[in-house]
């Protein structure tokens, strides 16, 4: 069993991994189990699940197949806005806890906003659930700046992350900008753009310079800024391995630069018509 290899991320009492692996979207269900488990052995100690992936029972398993302890994993789940009533939201919560096979999670976050409940409504439903114990701490997902003022104010219990779309070819730095201002994470969720930019010459020079991957060089580039973890998602175990293969070098200030330009090709992967927001302008 591997020692976990990524750094924590302190904020608000809470020490997050600053890599997670994502469970959204197994095209092969039945090696889903086989996958995560695979992560936890690896090195992995933050599982990044959701009500809407259908994974929750699957980290469950692989967790308890593990061996670990249940403190040495940070499971981190969603609930979807077609939940976003406060009864509504409270059973979803339930239900993953059942199916995760857990009596707590360690970070649950509204998944998407719900432009047709009050934030209110939802938010003091999200804060209940911290205060009940069936989560340790709380955050959002997809919020933009306004969405986010919003929360800031009205949430009576400490958020700790903004989980949003950031990649090397999507440049959020207002929005990034705010979550520092609120003392936030920020979790990268297509932190490789679904492999947009892994054959961008910048970037495939680069990883020829420090004998990695290209998409060991967009990860990197984004742990190493200030309070920055991502949650990629990977299909087979040579993908678990290269993903988490990015703690042992780093960056140069100007390569750093580089990836930071890139952010002009501005290409959201992540923006469904029936749940999707007003974003940010650049």
Not at 32 to 43: F, M, N
Not at 189 to 204: K, S, W
Not at 249 to 275: C, H, K, W, Y
């Amino acid at each position: 069993m591997s020692d976990p290899i990524a750094p924590q991320l302190s904020i608000h009492g809470a020490e997050m991994p600053a890599l997670g692996y994502g469970t959204m979207l197994f095209p092969e269900p039945e090696r889903a189990v086989e996958l995560i488990l695979h992560a936890l052995q690896s090195g992995y100690r933050h599982i990044d699940t959701a009500r809407k992936y259908g994974s929750e029972q699957w980290v469950g398993e692989a967790m308890r197949a593990s061996g670990l302890p249940r403190e040495d994993v940070w499971v981190t789940t969603k609930v979807t806005e077609e939940n976003a009533r406060a009864d509504d939201f409270a059973h979803s919560v339930d239900t993953s806890l059942e199916a995760l096979g857990l009596d707590h999670v360690d970070l649950l976050l509204i998944h998407w906003p719900q432009p047709n409940v009050p934030l209110e409504e939802t938010l003091g439903a999200l804060a209940k659930a911290k205060r009940d114990g069936l989560a340790r701490h709380i955050g959002v997902s997809n919020f933009t700046i306004p969405l986010l003022d919003e929360a800031m104010t009205k949430c009576p219990e400490p958020l700790i992350t903004n989980q949003i779309e950031y990649h090397a070819y999507i440049r959020q730095d207002r929005l990034i900008a705010a979550c520092r201002k609120y003392d936030l994470l920020v979790t990268c969720h297509a932190p490789l753009a679904r492999g947009a930019m892994l054959n961008d010459p910048v970037i495939v020079d680069i990883a020829a310079t420090h004998n990695k991957t290209p998409a060991q060089i967009a990860l990197r580039w984004l742990v190493q800024q200030s309070n920055v973890a991502i949650v990629p998602r990977a299909l087979q175990i040579s993908e678990i391995e290269e993903n988490i293969g990015i703690f042992d070098f780093v960056l140069r200030d100007g390569e750093m630069t580089s990836i930071n330009a890139l952010q002009d090709n501005n290409l959201r992967v992540i923006n469904p018509e029936v749940r999707r927001p007003v974003w940010d302008e650049a």
